[in-house]
Structures are given as structure tokens and as C-alpha cells.
T-cell receptor, first 113, second 113 residues
Framework: GQQVMQIPQYQHVQEGEDFTTYCNSSTTLSNIQWYKQRPGGHPVFLIQLVKSGEVKKQKRLTFQFGEAKKNSSLHITATQTTDVGTYFCAGPMIKAAGNKLTFGGGTRVLVKP | DGGITQSPKYLFRKEGQNVTLSCEQNLNHDAMYWYRQDPGQGLRLIYYSQIVNDFQKGDIAEGYSVSREKKESFPLTVTSAQKNPTAFYLC????????????FGNGTRLTVT
């Protein structure tokens, strides 16, 4: 079946450093969404990418959609303690009725001050 | 102030009992969803509904039931047939348009002993 995988599962980052987390789909996606879940909280929508090769920025976060629309990445520069949380990517399930998303397993980000 | 309300935040039940989790939204969204999240894990889809009086099974529907009698409400019943019911349950909604983002409630943490 359709799968969305994220690596790494855990990311330990020194405050101020950069890092990248990756999202890979077993099938081509029409779009990809990214969500952030703070510890003890609920997922919050961050951004959606639609076009092949699309790059979008939100302050220190840079999101990219692969040329083949099967992978995506999230790059965070100058990591801060506010970046702590789990980042999920999600894509629409093929041959599914309605707006049904498949979520990746998430990358849990821990920041060392 | 529009949003999704899940209640209660914490729920404790004895094994063998059915329990119903509430989810209400005032965003006028057509689609609603139930996800299950286990510690350190991603989101797994239990059920989703595109419109009133219609719903489809997700990836892990066994042991769960839902109803969608009103647009605003999508309650989830965890039955005694669910083998490992202890988990964090998240309700979400979207406009239903393919690729539209999900808005999540604060979640209900269910513990069954």
C-alpha cells in the first residue's frame, strides 16, 4: 500500500545549528503538507507544497518538494528551543475517496541549549 | 472563535467497557477524521467522513465505530473489541477539498486498565 516515510525518526540538535529532515513517498503525490506537533499538543498545519521542485520559506524553515513529487524536505536554520516538537509530512492517498491523508511517522526534534 | 473541540481531555475506563469520545467543530467543514497516536508514533487513520450520514473506514477501524448525524459532530466509540485501546485520539476536520489542510482538536488521552 501507499507509504510515507520520514527520516530521521529522532533529531538531536545543538541550539543554533541547522538540520534537515526528509520525507519519502512510495507513490507520486499531488501535494505534500507539513505539520508540527509540540510536546503534549496536537498537530498544527505549517505549509503545503504543490508544484514539482517547489520551495517555500517560513522564517527559518525551508520546505522543498522533489522534482518527481515523491519526496520532500524540511530544513531549519539556526535551531531554537521553540523548534522542539515532532514534524510530520502528509500526502493525499491515491484512489481514496475524498481528502484522505497518509502521514509519515514524524521526526522528533530535540534541541540542546 | 472557530475550532474543533474534543472532550474530555483525559478519560479512564475499565477493560470491557465501551467509551465514546466527543468531537465538535464550528468551522463549517464537510470532512471530519479520527486518528490514533501511540507514544512516539505517527498518526493512523481510524475513520473519516466526507459528508453527513456517510463515513469510511481508515487503516485501523477494527474495534471502533463512528456516526455522523450532524455536520458539526463526529463521535468515536471505542468498543471492548479494540485490543489495545490506550492511546491519544485526535479528531480533525477539513473543507473536504482534495489537498486541503487538516485542523486538529486538542486530543483525548484514553487509558484503559
Amino acid at each position: 500500500g501507499q507509504q510515507v516515510m520520514q527520516i530521521p525518526q529522532y533529531q538531536h540538535v545543538q541550539e543554533g545549528e541547522d538540520f534537515t529532515t526528509y520525507c519519502n513517498s512510495s507513490t507520486t503525490l499531488s501535494n505534500i503538507q507539513w505539520y508540527k506537533q509540540r510536546p503534549g499538543g496536537h498537530p498544527v498545519f505549517l505549509i503545503q507544497l504543490v508544484k514539482s521542485g517547489e520551495v517555500k520559506k517560513q522564517k527559518r524553515l525551508t520546505f522543498q518538494f522533489g522534482e518527481a513529487k515523491k519526496n520532500s524536505s524540511l530544513h531549519i536554520t539556526a535551531t531554537q528551543t521553540t523548534d522542539v516538537g515532532t514534524y510530520f509530512c502528509a500526502g493525499p492517498m491515491i484512489k481514496a475517496a475524498g481528502n484522505k491523508l497518509t502521514f509519515g511517522g514524524g521526526t522528533r526534534v530535540l534541541v540542546k541549549p | 472563535d472557530g475550532g474543533i473541540t474534543q472532550s474530555p481531555k483525559y478519560l479512564f475506563r475499565k477493560e470491557g467497557q465501551n467509551v465514546t469520545l466527543s468531537c465538535e467543530q464550528n468551522l463549517n467543514h464537510d470532512a471530519m477524521y479520527w486518528y490514533r497516536q501511540d507514544p512516539g508514533q505517527g498518526l493512523r487513520l481510524i475513520y473519516y467522513s466526507q459528508i453527513v450520514n456517510d463515513f469510511q473506514k481508515g487503516d485501523i477501524a477494527e474495534g471502533y465505530s463512528v456516526s455522523r448525524e450532524k455536520k458539526e459532530s463526529f463521535p468515536l466509540t471505542v468498543t471492548s473489541a479494540q485490543k489495545n485501546p490506550t492511546a491519544f485520539y485526535l479528531c480533525a476536520s477539513s473543507t473536504g477539498v482534495i489537498g486541503s489542510p487538516l485542523h486538529f482538536g486538542n486530543g483525548t488521552r484514553l487509558t484503559v486498565t
